[in-house]
């Protein structure tokens, strides 16, 4: 008797950038998904970031920003509260 082991078999669900929600990569470049599939976001998202800075460091970046950096700056854009301009530009024209 053999043993196999069974996968779990649901839906799969394409990731999207946490800043603009979306997975388009035509507008946005290409998006970058951490390791552990925790976090996505496109890269000139993260360029555009208002508060977001480049890090040096080779050990957890995700296109040259710290995971912990991107993860508190989707976190800040989703608190801000400003009229008349879409979610993807939130994070990038506040201040």
Do not use: W, Y
């Amino acid at each position: 008797m053999s043993s196999s082991v069974e996968q779990k078999k649901g839906p799969t669900r394409q990731r999207k950038c946490g800043f603009c929600k979306s997975n388009r990569d035509k507008e946005c470049g290409q998006l970058l998904i951490s390791e552990n599939q925790k976090v996505a976001a496109h890269h000139k998202c993260m360029l555009f970031s208002s508060a977001l800075v480049s890090s040096h460091s080779d050990n957890e970046s995700l296109g040259g920003f710290s995971i912990e950096d991107v993860q508190k700056e989707i976190k800040r854009g989703t608190k801000l509260i400003i009229s008349q301009i879409t979610r993807r530009e939130r994070v990038q024209k506040a201040i």
